[in-house]
C-alpha cells in the first residue's frame, strides 16, 4: 500500500508491514492487534482489508450490541482470504462458516467455544487472574496505560508490579498489553516482557470521527514500524 511505501523510505531495507514480499506473514518482534471499534463505522470493512493488505496479523471483531445479521455482513465485506486472520467475540457460529482464526471469551460469551484448530483468548484485569487462565493461547492485560478511548479508564498497574511480572514470567510472550496504547510506550511494552500489544483508540479515532482511512493507515504504519523494531 502507499502508506507503507512511504515508511520504507524512512526505513531502508525494511518493511512496516508484517507481510514479507512473497504476500506471507511475518511475526513481529512486538505482535500487534487491532481490536474493531464497538459500533459499526463508515467504509470500516474497506478499512479493514487494506489494514490486512499492509500486514496486519490479528483483527478482533467486538461489536457487543451487533446481530448475527449485522456481523455475518460485515464478515462477507471483508476480503475471504483474510478470514484466518479474525477473532470474534460473539456469535461463535460464525467460526466454520467463515474459517476464522478463533473465539474470545468474554462475560457475554464465558464458555469455552469447544472446537480443535482455532485459537482461544480472553481479557484479563489482574495479574492473578493471568495465573488462573492458563488454558488460554493468549491473554489480554488491561488497563496497562491510562485508556485512550475509554474516558476515565486509568491504569492498573505501576511499573514495579509490571516489572516484577514480567521476571517471574506472568507476564510473556502469550500476554498482549491493552489499554493506552501509543507509538511511544510500545519500547517500554518490549521491556516489560509483553509478547505483544492490542490497538484501539490509538488507530480508531480517525475513522470513527471521520472516515478517515489514510490516516488510520497512517498510524497503524508507525505502530508496526515500532514493534517490529523492538
Not at 493471568?130 to 474516558?151: E, R
Not at 514480567?166 to 507476564?171: A, D, S, Y
Request: charged share 25%; aromatic share 10%; net charge negative.
Amino acid at each position: 500500500c502507499d502508506t507503507q511505501r512511504a515508511m520504507e523510505d524512512n526505513y531502508p531495507g525494511r518493511r512496516y508491514g508484517a507481510n514479507d514480499d512473497s504476500g506471507s506473514i511475518r511475526r513481529l518482534k512486538v505482535r500487534l492487534i487491532v481490536i474493531t471499534s464497538e459500533r459499526f463505522l463508515s467504509n470500516e470493512s474497506s478499512a479493514i482489508n487494506q489494514l490486512f493488505d499492509c500486514g496486519l496479523e490479528i483483527l478482533h471483531v467486538r461489536k457487543p450490541y451487533a446481530g448475527l445479521e449485522e456481523s455475518e455482513n460485515m464478515l462477507k465485506e471483508i476480503y475471504r482470504s483474510f478470514h484466518s486472520r479474525i477473532v470474534i467475540h460473539d456469535h461463535f457460529q460464525l467460526i466454520e462458516k467463515f474459517g476464522l482464526k478463533g473465539v474470545h471469551i468474554n462475560r457475554r460469551n464465558p464458555e469455552i467455544y469447544r472446537k480443535s484448530g482455532i485459537s482461544f483468548s480472553c481479557s484479563c484485569h489482574s495479574l492473578d487472574e493471568i495465573i488462573t487462565f492458563q488454558k488460554y493461547d493468549y491473554m489480554f492485560l488491561s488497563p496497562v496505560f491510562d485508556s485512550i478511548s475509554k474516558i476515565g479508564y486509568r491504569k492498573e498497574f505501576t511499573a514495579q508490579q509490571l516489572s516484577e511480572a514480567g521476571m517471574k514470567g506472568i507476564i510473556n510472550d502469550r500476554i498482549i498489553a491493552l489499554g493506552g496504547i501509543t507509538p511511544e510506550i510500545i519500547p517500554e511494552v518490549g521491556r516489560y516482557g509483553f509478547g505483544g500489544i492490542a490497538g484501539l483508540g490509538a488507530l480508531g479515532s480517525e475513522v470513527e470521527e471521520n472516515g478517515n482511512i489514510d490516516e488510520l493507515l497512517k498510524r497503524f504504519g508507525e505502530l508496526i514500524t515500532i514493534c517490529e523494531w523492538q
